[in-house]
């Protein structure tokens, strides 16, 4: 079973690394793929390029073998559509394969926004991780393929390569990118919230407003 965790990593931080376990723990996977987008299709321009995004992950999870990253969306040029990205990854892991991607609930409430997500459950599986505030609205082209295609547990995505739904609910960390680009913006630490490594090269590259204090 192949696992890919996409998002804009604007920087990558303990509460996407530890989903990151808790998916290779409840899948029962060796590997948990981080899949950082090259230009995010639904917001606004990053506070890091790609490669630097790129970078901080891979300073993130350095010595931890359950997780490694993909960066086949920075090789792309444009805005970075999971469609597409499925469809590549369906060609190299050929048809039996099953194949999931991971998902918060604020990212999939928003899925029939994305492009060609109709084609979405044909080339993978979806894990729905419920985030904290984060509905899925009744009514919506969501919910309603939630209903459809909704399985009890990881076991049904290793029967099948693509098509079904798991809702996962584990412990997550109440941290956002956009709260640790404010701390910076305003000149406080953003410490314990991202490993030293990523908050240190946050710093030497004047990240987010950081200055290069030379320590924490
Ligand atoms: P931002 O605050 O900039 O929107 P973010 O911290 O929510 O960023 P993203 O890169 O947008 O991070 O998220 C990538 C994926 O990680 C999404 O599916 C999102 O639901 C999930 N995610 C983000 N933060 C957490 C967290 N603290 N715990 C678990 N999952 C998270």
């Known amino acids: 079973m192949h696992v890919i965790y996409g998002g804009t990593f604007d920087p990558v931080h303990h509460g996407h690394l530890r989903l990151g376990l808790e998916i290779s723990d409840a899948l029962a996977v060796d590997r948990v793929h981080l899949l950082p987008c090259h230009i995010p299709p639904h917001r ?11 970078e901080l992950i891979r ?30 990854l369906r060609a190299e892991l050929g048809p039996e394969m099953p194949l999931v991607m991971v998902v918060g609930t ?13 084609d979405i459950p044909a080339l993978a599986h979806i894990v729905v991780v419920q985030r904290p505030g984060a509905g899925i609205p009744v009514g919506s082209q969501a919910a309603r393929l939630l209903a459809e295609r909704s399985v009890p547990g990881p076991e049904a995505l290793r029967a099948s390569p693509c098509g079904a739904i798991l809702q996962l609910n584990p412990p997550l960390l109440d941290i956002s990118a956009t709260g640790i680009r404010q701390r910076i913006a305003s000149g406080r630490s953003p410490r314990y919230l991202t490993p030293d490594p990523v908050w240190q090269r946050i710093q030497s590259l004047r990240l987010y407003g950081a200055c290069p204090a030379g320590n924490f």
């Open 44 to 54: 606004g321009n990053t506070g890091a390029t790609s490669e630097q995004r790129l």
């Open 106 to 118: 604020d990212a999939f409430a928003a899925f029939d926004r994305w492009r060609e997500w109709v």
């Open 59 to 88: 300073l993130a999870i350095n010595g931890e073998h359950r997780l490694c990253v993909d960066d086949r969306e920075l090789h792309r040029a444009g805005a970075s559509y999971t469609a597409d990205t499925l469809r590549q």
